[in-house]
Antibody, heavy 122, light 106 residues
């Protein structure tokens, strides 16, 4: 079955960077896009960006385009989200979410990884 | 970007009742509206996509309807396990956006 397993919780200081991984299995990694979505404590869901593992093409939300970098390692079927210049309001759970259908049918998020808590604190 | 407004904020109902959740879009999103269920400490789970299509494994107690700017998620024969926050999400216009959620308490 399709599984997305994310890396463990992180604690970072303001100004630092964090890199979260999402190990995919159970499907052809190259054939489906991957999005990253975050959720601040007690808040709603916020889409950050998307990557095509086949060609590395990315789309970033306006709020994040200067600070986030999405990459993939096709040899290990792992997607990565790096967020730079961390601030306290970046404290959130970060999720990876697979496009359910192919590249002609984007942003139908199913399934999701279990989430990674990133805490930014001095 | 498209703003999705969900109502009510909280819904408290007894087991066996039906719940009706609303999601209104600031612009026409066609049929490209999905619903997710999220329980504490868990990731969101896709329930309904493209307005009315149930995702794999979702019981038929969950149904979606609507089009354009007004959408509804109906949960019939409520069970205690349905207690969760429900989010709508549009993918008609970039960027994809989510509503703020409706908390359902059984």
């Amino acid at each position: 079955q399709v599984q997305l397993v994310q890396s463990g919780a992180e604690v970072k200081k303001p100004g630092a960077s964090v890199k979260v991984s999402c190990k995919a299995s159970g499907y052809n990694f190259l054939s489906y896009g991957m999005s990253w979505v975050r959720q601040a404590p007690g808040q709603g869901l916020e889409w950050m960006g998307w990557i095509n593992p086949y060609d590395g093409n990315t789309k970033y939300g306006h709020k994040f385009q200067d600070r986030v970098v999405l990459t993939t390692d096709t040899s290990t079927t792992t997607a990565y989200m790096e967020l730079r210049s961390l601030r306290s309001d970046d404290t959130a759970v970060y999720f990876c979410a697979k496009d359910h259908a192919g590249f002609g049918d984007l942003y139908r998020f199913d399934p999701w990884g279990q989430g990674t808590l990133v805490t930014v604190s001095s | 970007e498209i703003v999705l407004t969900q109502s009510p904020v909280t819904l408290s109902l007894p087991p066996g009742d039906s719940a009706t959740l609303s999601c209104r879009a600031s612009q026409d999103v066609g049929i490209y509206l999905a619903w997710f269920q999220q329980k504490p400490g868990q990731p969101p789970r896709l329930l309904i996509y493209d307005t009315s299509n149930r995702a794999t494994g979702i019981p038929d107690r969950f149904s979606g309807s609507g089009s354009g700017t007004h959408f509804t998620l109906t949960i019939s024969r409520l069970e205690p396990e349905d207690s969760a926050i429900y989010y709508c999400q549009q993918r008609s216009h970039w960027p994809p956006t989510f509503g703020q959620g409706t908390k359902v308490e059984i």
